[in-house]
């Protein structure tokens, strides 16, 4: 394809774009393919000659899309929202274009200035403490800054590894290094200490009297025990807004104790992170200034399509000592930053023109009214929940998660409601465990939700349950 018909299939490929968000409202949420669905539909070997352009876009409409889960319905209300926007999506456009691979420096040196310089803008839109910016308010350079990872997952391997470089753990002590998070934390603590050979990982329990959030004493206690066995505690894992129910962990509590212990504290807000925009949620963030690392997906919650996820240290120092590494080809003049000792691969993209080019387009206001938007929604939905005779709210509700379910309901009847609703196609959710309970999550912060979507829903829910209901 030469540049002239790239001219006139990417205008066709923005109009197909801009008919699908149209109507995704109208498309199932949950793709009901069965696996394997596809490898009947495909040609088992690739194609030897080339084939025609409108050939192809004729496989997306009848073989992919009949596969493909609509993230972006405002009738999604599973996981967490991925949030895609139109500066997001030209942001990705740009990149693919230009297809740096900002590495070091050299590499492309605007890929790099800019990702500093839009996460020390993010920084102070979710008002972080001023450590974690790469410069001071006065324009001094800091120990500190952030750096966009692929996903929370990966954030939350590089914080290990850099608190475990500033453990300063020789090899034959790294056998008694432990980490320590809530049984409510994300399962990427558990991954991260796979993967670094750290094989005391503990799980706190998180109580359902405490919103399930991570309890100081627990930590403590546990803190003591490990010592007193000759262990090495070097690691907290604290969540602001787990996966389960969006609980917070009380940072201004758990900072101290860390402190005292020498642990490096990282903080997983990946879906949270982004209501620290608007002032009024802020109390939920109380403590940063104690901690080294946070973490926040900004594909998640802030307009920023997929892969956004800022990481912000408060001293760079440990994160480079545990990952630099300079190959001879890679060997560069001065001391210019190379981001690529910030992160576990190579290879980097240019992420932050898409982050840039949402907070510009949006500005401060724009995503303190988005993010309250579904705040508000949220509200309506648990107000609906409560006041309804055969509902319960599950688990303290907070921003956008709303977790409840059946009123004395069995595990199967919760499970067997979900599954009728998602198979209808009409919205979609996913339910979780939480203190051998099985309960229902609804997500509010798809880009394009408005409450009409939110009643929808509800009136789908509420219908549903009734049905069922009465034919027990
Ligand atoms: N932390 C929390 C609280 C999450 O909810 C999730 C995913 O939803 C993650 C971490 C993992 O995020 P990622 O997929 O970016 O690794």
Redesign the pocket.
Known sequence: MDIEEFRQRGKEMVDWICDYYSGVSERPVRSSVEPGYLASQLPRSPPQKGEAWSDIMQDIEHKIMPGVTNWQSPNFFA??PANSSAPGMLGEMLSAALNVIGFSWIGSPAATELETIVLDWLAQLLDLPACFRSHTPEGTPSEGGGVIQ???????LVALLAARTQAGAAPEEAHRLVAYGSDQA?S?LKKACMIAGISHCRSLPAAAANGWAMDPKALEAALEEDKAKGLKPFFLFA?V???NTCAIDPLLQLGPIAQEHHLWTHV?????GAAAVVPEQRHLFQGLHLVDSFNM?A??WLLTNF?C?PLWVRRSEPLKQALSLTPAVLRAKGNALDLRDWQIPLGRRFRALKLWFVIRTYGAEGLQEYIRHHIRLAKVFEGLVRAHPKFEIAAPPRLGLVCFCLKDGSREQNAALLEALNSSGRLFMVSTDVGGKLILRFALGATSVQQSHVEAAWQQISQQADQMLSQH
């Open positions: 996981y967490y692929g996903s929370a997952s990966e954030a939350t994300h990427s969540v807004g787990s996966t997983d807000a990946a879906y949270a997906n594909h998640k892969d996820s």
